[in-house]
């Protein structure tokens, strides 16, 4: 069965801190993996986009890696800021067009001053 | 280039009544999701529509639930008779072609 599991469920962390987030997945074939950053009350917006044959992708303050063989990634934070709390949610697409995307529950990050 | 638009953004009713969610994709995408939330849950995929065309409906249940994206105008996703267990957000995504999905703010549906 396709699954994305994410740790931790929630994760408070102060300011300027540093964070991890992980993500787990058992969907095959395997197509790519997005990390979406979902504020309350709005939809998501994608951060990062690797296919299997990335193992890291940055976008500012957001690094992303991947591990196809463990099937592991991760959502690195760096320097986090207020405005950082929000979900990040781990999203894994199959190898079929035009399909479906797999959602992770999110990690709930709350950035405390 | 106004992002993905959907209404209402809260929509309330009671059992048994009809829901109308609209979505209108950004301009130059023809490619279309439909996700449904629930509270405390990862989004779940519902449909995938092109222009004029339902390409995966899996995850849409087969009762009560329709979706069409017609040659002009928005997206609509029904549910007619709606139940207590409808109350949820949905969530309408749009892409170019098989890329990166560009997500609407949602329509919080609450069944009463």
């Known amino acids: 069965k396709n699954q994305v599991e994410q740790s931790p469920q929630s994760l408070i962390i102060l300011e300027g801190k540093n964070c991890t987030l992980q993500?787990?997945?058992?969907?095959?074939?395997?197509?790519?993996l997005r990390w979406y950053k979902q504020d309350t009350g709005r939809g998501p917006v994608s951060l990062t986009i690797m296919t299997f044959s990335e193992n890291t992708k940055s976008n500012g303050r957001y690094t992303a890696t991947l591990d196809a063989d463990t099937k592991q990634s991760s959502l690195h934070i760096t320097a986090s800021q207020l405005s950082d709390s929000a979900s990040y949610i781990c999203v894994v697409s199959a190898e079929q067009a035009g399909t479906a995307l797999i959602f992770g529950k999110g990690t709930t990050l709350s950035v405390s001053s | 280039n106004a992002g993905v638009m959907q209404n209402p953004r809260h929509l309330v009713r009671r059992r048994g009544q009809e829901a109308r969610l609209r979505c209108s994709p950004m301009k130059g995408h023809s490619h279309v999701y439909w996700y449904r939330q629930l509270p405390e849950e990862g989004l779940k995929f519902m449909v995938y529509l092109q222009k004029e065309n339902i390409i995966d409906e899996s995850g849409m249940p087969k009762e009560r639930f329709s979706a069409e994206f017609p040659k002009e105008g928005p997206s609509i996703l029904r549910i007619q008779q709606v139940v207590r267990g409808d109350s949820a957000a949905y969530f309408c995504?749009?892409?170019?072609?098989?890329?990166?999905?560009?997500f609407g703010p949602g329509t919080r549906l609450l069944v009463l």
């Open positions: 993500c787990n997945y058992t969907v095959s074939p395997f197509s790519n």
């Open positions: 995504a749009s892409s170019p072609f098989l890329e990166t999905q560009y």
